[in-house]
């Protein structure tokens, strides 16, 4: 079977999944030298298609450098990816091989992958739940573009796919628990809380909390601290601010009803006086 764009004539080579949806191939262009290979997305749903359409020309993430092709086969709309060998990082990565900080490494790189595939979320989250993240050999990280679209949810956002990304990634640094490292300790507070929402918070908590080959210094250390504690801080400093709030409010409503440091007046009064004795005698 043969897809026809104006600069593309994609050949199909391999056959990966059929759906009431979409179907997808891989397929050689045989326009271009040496015929690169492409991950084919066929979508034969017109009200999928129209989601699909609607996603890649409003949202910001319009998959830039990544939707390699976009058009119409008949009644069909053919979506072109790139094609890598397959390194699915649930067969290639191996924590007990790795260093903590090699680990961590492959976390940074897994986030920024998300990060800069620029593609709309509801397809970013498909690809995250279909395990299309792959390992390189030098643990750069890479994803695979399989899907059935019959799963896609349009109004998925980033909230979901950070989400998703932040327990691939538990799951990556879940072989250095025993380390008591902290990466994996804020990590795992933070996704049990559903506390990430964005990209940028998920790369943050785990660049800081990543294990340096340097001594780290007192100051770094102090940062990691309060990272670690942020919520616990902030309870902390809710309740203070509420009982400095009474006490000021307390003052204001003596000074108002009884006059000037009344509260001082108050308490210097009492000890005046003991039992039937004044101490001023």
């Given at each position: 079977?043969?897809?026809?764009?104006?600069?593309?004539?994609?050949?199909?080579?391999?056959?990966?999944?059929?759906?009431?949806?979409?179907?997808?191939?891989?397929?050689?262009?045989?326009?271009?030298?040496?015929?690169?290979?492409?991950?084919?997305?066929?979508?034969?749903?017109?009200?999928?298609?129209?989601?699909?359409?609607?996603?890649?020309?409003?949202?910001?993430?319009?998959?830039?450098?990544?939707?390699?092709?976009?058009?119409?086969?008949?009644?069909?709309?053919?979506?072109?990816?790139?094609?890598?060998?397959?390194?699915?990082?649930?067969?290639?990565?191996?924590?007990?091989?790795?260093?903590?900080?090699?680990?961590?490494?492959?976390?940074?790189?897994?986030?920024?992958?998300?990060i800069t595939s620029d593609l709309p979320y509801p397809i970013l989250y498909l690809l995250l739940n279909g395990g299309q993240?792959?390992?390189?050999?030098?643990?750069?990280?890479?994803?695979?573009?399989?899907?059935d679209l019959a799963d896609m949810d349009p109004e998925i956002g980033e909230s979901e796919c950070t989400d998703v990304c932040?327990?691939?990634?538990?799951?990556?640094?879940?072989?250095?628990?025993?380390?008591?490292?902290?990466?994996?300790?804020?990590?795992?507070?933070?996704?049990?809380?559903?506390?990430?929402?964005?990209?940028?918070?998920?790369?943050?908590?785990?660049?800081?909390?990543?294990?340096?080959?340097?001594?780290?210094?007192?100051?770094?250390?102090?940062?990691?601290?309060?990272?670690?504690?942020?919520?616990?801080?902030?309870?902390?400093?809710?309740?203070?601010?509420?009982?400095?709030?009474?006490?000021?409010?307390?003052?204001?409503?003596?000074?108002?009803?009884?006059?000037?440091?009344?509260?001082?007046?108050?308490?210097?009064?009492?000890?005046?006086?003991?039992?039937?004795?004044?101490?001023?005698?």
């Amino acid at each position: 079977m043969i897809y026809e764009s104006d600069r593309m004539k994609l050949l199909t080579v391999s056959t990966r999944t059929i759906g009431e949806v979409s179907d997808c191939y891989i397929c050689r262009d045989l326009n271009s030298p040496g015929g690169i290979m492409y991950t084919v997305i066929v979508v034969h749903e017109h009200e999928v298609v129209r989601h699909v359409l609607e996603m890649f020309k409003m949202s910001d993430r319009t998959g830039a450098g990544v939707l390699v092709d976009n058009f119409a086969d008949g009644e069909n709309q053919v979506l072109v990816f790139p094609y890598h060998r397959e390194r699915p990082l649930k067969d290639f990565y191996s924590g007990d091989a790795l260093t903590l900080a090699q680990c961590e490494e492959i976390c940074t790189n897994a986030i920024l992958a998300c990060i800069t595939s620029d593609l709309p979320y509801p397809i970013l989250y498909l690809l995250l739940n279909g395990g299309q993240l792959n390992l390189s050999s030098d643990r750069s990280v890479f994803f695979s573009y399989e899907m059935d679209l019959a799963d896609m949810d349009p109004e998925i956002g980033e909230s979901e796919c950070t989400d998703v990304c932040a327990r691939i990634l538990l799951e990556i640094l879940e072989p250095k628990s025993s380390q008591k490292a902290t990466s994996y300790y804020l990590l795992s507070k933070k996704t049990a809380n559903g506390s990430y929402d964005r990209f940028t918070d998920l790369y943050r908590d785990i660049t800081i909390a990543a294990t340096s080959t340097d001594k780290v210094s007192i100051f770094k250390r102090i940062r990691i601290w309060f990272r670690r504690y942020t919520d616990n801080i902030i309870g902390v400093l809710f309740w203070l601010s509420i009982i400095l709030g009474l006490i000021a409010l307390s003052l204001l409503i003596s000074r108002v009803f009884l006059g000037g440091n009344s509260w001082f007046r108050l308490l210097f009064n009492t000890f005046k006086t003991i039992g039937t004795e004044s101490l001023l005698q």
